[in-house]
């Protein structure tokens, strides 16, 4: 008996070392609102096509992504592959945690039907690539059609006639004296720098690492914006709190006429108001009509501690090719980043798409600096807070930002 | 026969070792590792930039507004907290010490806020407080205490003190509980020789029931008292944090310098005073409540 389990203790531990031996384990983390996502059914292609290879596809919430990246990363317990964003690459790549991987999108086959220009957009601060693209939306502004036309509302190309609508819009619908609908669904809470951006930052001359943050007309214009909430009261009295869910349930509801998001949530707005919602570009704010609006990128990267960086590239480009990027973006709601699966595109409604492209000219990312973890994370959502609070001056927290920058 | 004297004799440390061991790997070394990260600069993003700088971090805390104001906030927080739940608590617990029908059914009902885990107690409190849907907005509009609704979480006077409500409602179960267990042990002859003595119903309660439980009330109050000045997760889900620094404790600072900022130096650095800071207070604590037991 005993002879009988020492050999069957011995067998099985040979089948685990020949296991391990002969399939190789990507980790892949990624974050996915919707919980009905389209990984599994990739995941199981790939692995018909790649059988020496299993895919470790972990779902990590959205809110704690990065948290979680960069003390996996310290603590060694880093992914293979995960989806990144740009504003993380300095950092990450501070951090000694990218792979290059010009090497391997030289030698890809999918390379040509990437859209063009998009790779350069993602390279690094040194001129080498460590992201590949897998999905990108560009912010736009949405607004309610039933309500503007019932005011006789044009939508918003200018700050001032943003404000002009906002203000228009802020009414008591009821006749109880109650404030029911709110111009604009600003998001205070984390995430909501975009807003803020679009509504302040073609003001300040040389952009957020320009060191002209605290110059006065950078502090006019994000007094106007904090104006916008303390003295107009366009935005509803929750906006300093205010995350994704509400921006979007308060659009959805009524209680705002305007917010800014991306066509990624245009099919939930379609699916509440019809014909009711419709999107153009975000106001220009500039002194010359310049506009800023966020580039919302997606991207897959390779650790560098990756035990098979092979079998991670042939995973992240995997996604990143035709019709698998096209059920990715699925998931996402968000845009294919394929010539072949933007040919015929047919996930969103076009006016949507139309307010996208449109705004594509004058879209950018945030400053390719360590400091825009912190200004993402950090400085801007407490500092934000206190100035619509009143806590601290419009003045004050551009210095704030301005020590983030500097400091750097 | 020596020999079985000296193998009984380590035989209990043998026993208790395992346990020993884990409590060392488990609590104490991450203490001396959050001491040792206290003393030197450490962002974990920059692995390379590791240096000593004796108790810089410290000094830095004390010149920090933000310390300063999570410090008045970590005292708001366990000033109002804990005696809340214990008032709450002794109020239930006489409720339920009483004979009424289905006593078992509410004895067991009242433990339900401290059953359910912080992030569903959190989500859900976030709900009620919620400016635009919440329910403690619509009740207070339609009884017209309110003329609007007020965004409770959002607005730095008032959010402080809502999670502060949240967190009695959570916790004021565990005296409950503690404070009935102590009126049961209370003999009813007690109260019987009170009655023969002509006490009132005031002075039982002043004169046997407080004397009879204070016990309990000293040890569940250095408990919860511990528990509530670390507790981050409530906070956490409801505000993060905000708006701006106004919902910020000790802790929870600590907490966001370290996990959000990755800044490990400085964040151990504002946990260890915060330790030691609670560590005083507790010391002070069972001083007093020892010594207001023993008279």
Known sequence: MRKYLLAAGVAAAALTLATAASAETV???????????????????????????????????????????????????????????????????????????????????????????????????????????????????????????ELGLTPPTTCEEFRDAAIKLTRDTTGDGQVDTYGFGFRGGKGGHDHWLTLTLPQVEGGLDGGNLTADGAVAANQWTVDLFQKDKVFPPSAPNDGFQEIIGGFKQGLTGMTIHHIGSSNGMVEALGDKVSAVPVPACGPNGEAWTSYGDESLAVFSSAEDKDAAWKWISFLAEGENNVLFNKATGQLTVTKSGSADWDLHEKRFVDATVNSLPFAAVLPSSPATSDFVNVVWPTSMQRALTGDITAAEMMQEIQDLYGSE | ??????????????????????????????????????????????????????????????????????????????????????????????????????????????????????????????????????????????????????????????????????????????????????????????????????????????????????????????????????????????????????????????FIEARTSLNFGYGSALAVMFTIILGAFIVFYLRRAGRSLEA
């Not at chain 1, 090497?103 to 350069?120: E, N, P, V």
């Not at chain 2, 043998?14 to 991450?30: D, E, G, H, K």
């Open chain 1, 27 to 149: 980790r892949f983390w990624y974050h996915f609102d919707n919980p009905d996502n389209p990984m599994t059914s990739l995941v199981e292609k790939f692995e018909a096509a790649n059988p020496g290879i299993t895919i470790e596809a972990e779902n990590v919430p959205w809110n704690s992504y990065y948290d979680n990246l960069y003390t996996a990363i310290v603590g060694g317990d880093a992914p293979d592959a995960a989806m990144v964003k740009l504003f993380a690459q300095p950092r990450l790549l501070e951090m000694g945690a990218l792979e290059p991987i010009d090497d391997m999108i030289a030698s890809w086959d999918g390379k040509d039907d990437l859209l063009d220009g998009i790779l350069k957009i993602n390279a690094g601060p040194d001129g080498k690539q460590y992201y590949l693209p897998v999905q990108y939306v560009v912010l736009y502004l949405y607004y309610r059609t039933d309500m503007f036309d």
């Open chain 2, 1 to 254: 026969m020596t020999r079985r004297r000296k193998g009984g004799a380590t035989l209990p440390y043998w026993l208790l070792s395992p346990a020993v061991v884990v409590t060392l790997f488990i609590v104490f070394v991450p203490m001396a590792e959050a001491v040792f990260l206290s003393l030197h600069d450490y962002l974990i993003w920059k692995p390379t930039s590791f240096a000593f700088v004796g108790l810089k971090n410290f000094i830095t805390a004390l010149g920090d507004e933000v310390f300063w104001i999570s410090a008045w906030h970590t005292l708001i927080w366990i000033g109002l907290t804990v005696p809340a739940q214990m008032l709450l608590g002794l109020v239930t617990a006489l409720l339920l010490n009483r004979t009424f029908p289905w006593r078992g059914l509410a004895r067991a009902l009242v433990i339900i806020p401290w059953a359910l885990p912080s992030v569903i107690t959190a989500l859900m409190w976030r709900w009620i407080y919620d400016a635009n849907n919440g329910v403690l907005n619509d009740i207070l509009v339609r009884i017209g205490v309110l003329q609007s609704a007020f965004p409770w979480l959002a607005d730095p006077d008032s959010a402080l003190l809502s999670i502060v409500l949240t967190l009695t409602w959570q916790g004021f179960p565990f005296f409950a509980v503690m404070i009935l267990a102590g009126l049961q042990a209370i003999p009813s002859s007690h109260y019987e020789a009170a009655d023969i003595d002509g006490a009132t119903t005031w002075q039982q309660f002043r004169h046997v029931t407080l004397p009879g439980i204070a016990g309990v009330l000293v040890t569940a109050g250095l408990l919860r008292l511990i528990w509530v000045a670390n507790s981050i997760d409530v906070i956490f889900v409801m505000t993060g944090g905000g708006p701006g620094y106004a919902t910020y404790t000790l802790p929870l600072y600590a």
